[in-house]
């Protein structure tokens, strides 16, 4: 047919229409091959939508079909069998993938580089390819025991360190964990590690509209994601060149410890999505966790049951990377003067729920909450208040290594130092220690990149500016130290244990830098991320 293009897909050839579409669209929306994932389209900065073209790996969002004209494209579905099980089980048995949004595209890296002559080398090679990728759950030391794994022939019924074989694992037990550690429901399986864990946008039927923010409160629609789009005008976000702003000063006072914190982006790989039949119920944003308390109010389910019913037809709702920052949740800022004693005033920015999170842990320190203009934040997300204010009590205390013991009943000790992260964590009966261990090393990542890199520009009029995934300073694999995990097991009932890890390492890396007032501490002002 005219205007068409021919490619093989997984090893099968296919003719596509070529209308300017990224393969990306092509690959998921017109061939139904749902493995590789859209976290940033089209800025290319995350990696989820990584395939191989010819055997070398590509970011599908930012190449034009028309590109490949002719070329193999295999998706994580179209590597050989027994070596994506490999794969699959390599990073079931080390934690390596949690909700699983980040790991198609980062097997099918991995799997590139393993083919390679010198795909054999060293930790540093891996952590070089890794990149190209953001994964916001693990902390990417679980990935690198899985390419350990996988390469030693293992991954079907191994286990690494403390790990047990797959197979001697209760995987409805590891989905208790995982629920109790994300907030939100989540399943635990080789499926998960290849793109199946179900979320929202995967499941939408294929004949469904497609809905986008139209930019000024409403949505634009197509019959295509590629034509929404256009009719949205949506514009490619930027990383600003302005500088981090600490919002809120702090309260003037004798303290022996004083701390402020910017706007940070919660930064969920799966941005909000949606659908809905006419008449139906809308699929949840959560369908598979992965957000640490982000997305509680996310607009796309409301959006899509009423413009289903107002088309007569399924729609897909999907907000764009820029969208997620622009009208998601952040973590809201603080300025706090704590004394020893653990008496103090907490600032905060506005927020529902905060100053109870706060007064949980910390009833000595007085909340004051502030009006400012900026985007919409949170007590939902990871530990908001509770964290800023167990970190602050244990940093005055001045103790090391430190320990944090959240109102939940989990305790965790952290210590940072030249080798890596050390921590012992306990919040009852482990349920699955594969899992568990995955979501503290994950919680210390995020932690440690909280205190030292993480936050994004907001002008004065409370205008983000930072808008590419690649501006929230996350902290990436070669940067991330080691992580080990020692989980003390009770009998008492499970609890959350990645948060009290999470204020703890947070902790302990705030007193090994001597306790500068303001975060992130390491990340220059208007400087790179």
């Known amino acids: 047919m005219a205007g068409s293009i021919t490619l093989e897909v997984d090893g099968c050839a296919v003719e ?63 590597l050989p069998a027994e070596e994506r099980e490999r794969w699959a089980g390599a990073f079931l048995a080390t934690g390596a993938s949690q909700c699983g949004f980040c790991t198609p595209g980062i097997v099918v890296r991995l799997s590139a580089l393993a083919a390679r002559p010198d795909g054999a080398g060293e930790e540093a090679a891996v952590e070089r390819a890794l990149g190209a990728h953001l994964c916001r759950c693990t902390g990417w030391r679980t990935i690198l025991e899985a390419w350990a794994l996988a390469r030693s022939g293992g991954g079907t019924g191994a286990g690494v360190g403390p790990s047990p074989p797959p197979g001697a694992r209760d995987l409805a037990n590891a989905a208790v964990r995982a629920t109790l550690e994300g907030g939100a429901p989540q399943v635990v399986g080789t499926d998960v590690v290849v793109g199946a864990g179900g979320f929202a946008d995967d499941t939408a039927p294929p004949d469904a509209l497609v809905a986008v923010p139209d930019g000024s409160g409403g949505w634009a629609v197509g019959e295509t994601l590629h034509e929404a789009r256009a009719v949205a005008g949506k514009v490619q976000g930027r990383r600003s060149t302005i500088d981090l702003r600490h919002p809120l000063e702090v309260p003037p006072g004798e303290w022996d410890l004083t701390l402020r914190t910017t706007w940070v982006e919660p930064a969920y790989l799966e941005t909000d999505a949606s659908w809905c039949e006419p008449g139906g119920e809308p699929a949840t944003p959560l369908a598979n966790g992965g957000a640490f ?45 704590v ?22 842990v910390a009833p000595g320190l007085v909340v004051e909450e502030v009006d400012v203009p ?43 130092g030249d080798d890596g992260v050390h921590v012992r964590v306990e919040c009852g009966q482990p349920l699955d220690e594969v899992v568990l261990r995955s979501y503290c090393t994950g919680a210390a990542h995020m932690a440690l990149g909280w205190v030292r890199r993480e936050g994004i520009a907001v002008d004065e009029a409370g205008t983000v500016h930072d808008l590419t995934i690649r501006s929230f300073g996350i902290l990436r694999a070669g940067e991330t130290p080691p992580v080990e995990v020692d989980v003390v097991a009770s009998d008492a009932s499970p609890v959350n244990g990645s948060d009290a890890v999470f204020a703890a390492v947070a902790a302990a890396e705030w007193l090994r830098q001597g306790c500068p007032q303001d975060w992130p501490t390491s990340r220059a002002r208007g400087g790179p991320p």
């Open 374 to 416: 900026g985007p919409p934040t949170s007590a939902a997300l990871r530990s908001a208040g509770q964290a800023e204010a167990l970190v602050l009590l244990a940093a005055v205390r001045g103790e090391s290594p430190v320990s944090v013991t959240t109102p939940a009943g989990a305790t965790a000790v952290a210590e940072v």
């Open 339 to 360: 004394r020893g004693d653990g008496t103090g005033l907490l600032r905060v920015v506005r927020t529902p729920g905060v100053a109870a999170a706060v007064s949980a």
């Open 16 to 78: 596509v229409a070529d209308n300017g579409a990224s393969l990306l669209e092509v690959l998921r929306d017109r061939l139904g091959v749902r493995s590789p994932k859209d976290g940033c389209s089209p800025q290319g900065q995350c990696g989820c939508c990584t395939v191989l073209v010819d055997g070398a790996p590509r970011v599908a969002c930012v190449t034009p079909v028309r590109r490949v004209a002719g070329r193999r494209v295999t998706t994580v579905a179209g």
């Open 293 to 337: 308390g982000g997305k509680g109010d996310s607009p796309a389910p409301a959006a899509a049951r009423r413009l289903a019913d107002q088309h007569g037809r399924p729609v897909r709702v999907l907000l764009s990377r820029e969208d997620t920052v622009r009208l998601g949740a952040k973590r809201p800022p603080v300025a706090a003067g």
